[in-house]
C-alpha cells in the first residue's frame, strides 16, 4: 500500500521542540521531492519546508528559517522535520507530501505534482 504516516506531533510548550517523522511505505521514495506543509484552524495550508530528490537543495519559509530544519533519510524512506523554538502561532496540523519538485512560488516552498499527502499530524504549542 502507498502510504505517508507522520508521527511525533503533540503539546509543548512555547520555546521547546519537536521533530516530526513521516515514514513512506510503497514507492520508491528516494525518486521524489520531499516537503512539509501545516494548516492551522481557519487558515490556508502553509508550505514549510521542501527538499530535492537528490537532497542538495532546501528551501524554507520565512516564517520557520533558521528554527524548522527539513532532512532525508531515503535508506528509511523517512523525511524530519526538526522544529526549534516553537511559538504558539506554529500550532497546526503538519502534512508531509512528496512530488516531482521542490521549488518555490511568491516565496513559499512549493513541491510540484504532488503524488501523495500524509493524513497529517498535530502541533500544539502553549504560551
Known amino acids: 500500500e502507498v502510504q505517508l504516516v507522520e508521527s511525533g506531533g503533540g503539546l509543548v510548550q512555547a520555546g521547546g521542540s519537536l521533530r516530526l517523522s513521516c515514514a513512506a511505505s510503497?514507492?520508491?521514495?528516494?525518486?521524489?521531492?520531499k516537503g512539509w506543509f501545516r494548516q492551522a484552524p481557519g487558515k490556508e495550508r502553509e508550505g514549510l519546508s521542501c527538499?530535492?530528490?537528490?537532497?542538495?537543495?532546501?528551501i524554507y519559509a520565512d516564517s520557520v528559517k533558521g528554527r524548522f530544519t527539513i532532512s532525508s533519510d531515503d535508506a528509511e524512506n523517512t523525511v524530519y522535520l526538526q522544529m526549534n523554538s516553537l511559538k504558539p502561532e506554529d500550532t497546526a496540523v503538519y502534512y508531509c507530501?512528496?512530488?516531482?519538485?521542490?521549488?518555490?512560488?511568491?516565496?513559499?516552498?512549493?513541491?510540484?505534482?504532488?503524488?501523495?499527502w500524509g493524513q497529517g499530524t498535530l502541533v500544539t504549542v502553549s504560551s
Open positions: 527538499v530535492s530528490t537528490n537532497n542538495s537543495s532546501t
Open positions: 507530501a512528496v512530488g516531482e519538485t521542490c521549488t518555490e512560488r511568491s516565496g513559499s516552498p512549493l513541491i510540484t505534482a504532488v503524488y501523495r
Open positions: 510503497g514507492f520508491a521514495f528516494d525518486r521524489y521531492a
